[in-house]
Nanobody, 130 residues
Framework: QVQLVESGGGSAQPGGSLIISCAASRDIISDYHWGWFRQAPGKQREGVAAIGGDGDTGYGDSVKGRFTISRDNAKTTLYLQMNHLKPEDTAMYYC????????????????????????RGQGTQVTVSS
């Protein structure tokens, strides 16, 4: 079973930046779409960003143009660069992985993550406030 461990959460002011990371127990990118979803207290899960084995990426509408997903060359660490942060970005951010298939895309993977399926880590808190 793949294990995912997030790190790098914390606090930032509105307009600021943070980067969070996810370490996988092995190279998973050939078998999984890999990404992030978030959940704020009292709110539903929201897909943030995902990346496939071919490098294709997909983003949730609320973070497009502000967040960037990437991975290292060893394909065992995933990153989420978050710029122009807003208070509404405050949430627990979870690293997640969904098994790839012939029809899987990053956007479909985000939808699956939003429904609570796939593998996920324990989460890292991001708080944006002045």
């Amino acid at each position: 079973q793949v294990q995912l461990v997030e790190s790098g959460g914390g606090s930032a002011q509105p307009g600021g930046s943070l980067i969070i990371s996810c370490a996988a127990s092995r190279d998973i990118i050939s078998d999984y779409h890999w990404g992030w979803f978030r959940q704020a207290p009292g709110k539903q899960r929201e897909g943030v960003a995902a990346i496939g084995g071919d490098g294709d990426t997909g983003y949730g509408d609320s973070v497009k143009g502000r967040f960037t997903i990437s991975r290292d060359n060893a394909k065992t660490t995933l990153y989420l660069q978050m710029n122009h942060l807003k208070p509404e970005d405050t949430a627990m951010y979870y690293c997640a992985a969904v098994q790839s298939g012939s029809r899987m895309t990053p956007i479909r993977a985000l939808s699956i993550m939003e429904r609570g399926f796939g593998i996920r880590g324990q989460g890292t808190q991001v708080t944006v406030s002045s």
